[in-house]
C-alpha cells in the first residue's frame, strides 16, 4: 500500500518541521492530491492516523483538496478535464501525441497548523 509510505514522508517532514519550530504540537496538516496521483482518499487518512502515533503531529486532523487532471493539446490549444480512466487523446482533433498534462499528479504539504500549548489551533505554516 503505497498510502502508508505518503503518509510517513509527510508526518516525518510536518514532525521534523514542528520541532525546528519549537510547536508543542501539530493541529491540521492540508494535502494538494492529484486525481492520478494514485491515491485513495479513505486508505491515506488511515494510514495518516496510525504513521502519526508517537511524533507531534498524533491527532492532527488530515485535510487533502483533490485536484483535477487536466490536459491541453499543444497543437489545436484545446484543454480537457482527463477523467478517470485517464483519456489523453484530444478531444477536438484526437490527437495523442503533442498532449501536455497541465494538472492531476500533485501530491504536495499545503500548510501546516501548529497547535499552541492548550492543544487548541495557533500559527499556521506554508
Known amino acids: 500500500m503505497h498510502e502508508m509510505s505518503?503518509?510517513?514522508?509527510?508526518v516525518e517532514q510536518?514532525?521534523?518541521a514542528a520541532?525546528?519550530?519549537?510547536?508543542?504540537a501539530v493541529a491540521r496538516v492540508r494535502l494538494r492530491v492529484g486525481e492520478l496521483a494514485g491515491v485513495v482518499p479513505e486508505a491515506l487518512d488511515f494510514c495518516?492516523?496510525?504513521?502519526?502515533t508517537g511524533t507531534l503531529v498524533e491527532g492532527a486532523?488530515?485535510?487533502?483538496?483533490?485536484?483535477?487532471?487536466r490536459a491541453r493539446c499543444a497543437?489545436?490549444?484545446v484543454e480537457w478535464a482527463v477523467g478517470m480512466p485517464?483519456?489523453?487523446?484530444c478531444p477536438?482533433?484526437?490527437?495523442?501525441?503533442?498532449?501536455?498534462?497541465l494538472s492531476g499528479r500533485e501530491l504536495q504539504i499545503l500548510d501546516v497548523q501548529w497547535a499552541g500549548p492548550s492543544g487548541a489551533p495557533a500559527e499556521q505554516k506554508g
Open 6 to 10: 505518503i503518509a510517513a514522508a509527510v
Open 14 to 16: 510536518v514532525d521534523t
Open 19 to 24: 520541532r525546528e519550530h519549537g510547536a508543542p
Open 48 to 52: 495518516f492516523e496510525l504513521a502519526c
Open 61 to 69: 486532523a488530515l485535510d487533502t483538496e483533490p485536484v483535477a487532471a
Open 75 to 77: 497543437p489545436c490549444g
Open 86 to 89: 485517464p483519456d489523453l487523446a
Open 92 to 101: 477536438d482533433c484526437r490527437r495523442g501525441s503533442g498532449v501536455e498534462l
